[in-house]
Nanobody
């Protein structure tokens, strides 16, 4: 069964850090690419970061490079999103996703991901 469960969201002050977790089933964690997306009110779901299963190559949204990282812990079948130096903005729901295919130019687009978690909300206060 394909399953992704996010956790770790909450309220944090600007400048602080937050770590989200995405626990995956055995079948899901073996997918070639796992990624994080986020959605804020009134906006489309946007790419945050991704990591490949083979080699652990990482990809980030340009605006988040240097502040966000996406480590994975294979023994726990978990992918994390470490967010540092958070900036005040509208509350966002962060989603974990997994793709059946290998990473490619389309990896930044949400529509290519087949499996999604339920999301976890993060709010950064000023």
């Amino acid at each position: 069964q394909v399953q992704l469960v996010e956790s770790g969201g909450g309220l944090v002050q600007a400048g602080g850090s937050l770590r989200l977790s995405c626990a995956a089933s055995v079948r899901t964690f073996s997918r070639p690419v796992m990624a994080w997306f986020r959605r804020t009110p009134g906006k489309e779901r946007e790419f945050v970061a991704a990591i490949t299963a083979r080699g652990g190559t990482t990809y980030y949204a340009d605006s988040l490079k240097g502040r966000f990282t996406i480590p994975r812990e294979n023994a726990k079948r978990t992918v994390y999103l470490q967010m540092n130096s958070l900036q005040p903005e509208a509350p966002a729901v962060y989603y974990c996703a997994a793709d059946r295919g290998e990473w490619g130019p389309g990896g930044y687009a949400p529509y290519i991901y087949e499996f999604w978690g339920q999301g976890t909300q993060d709010t950064v206060s000023s």
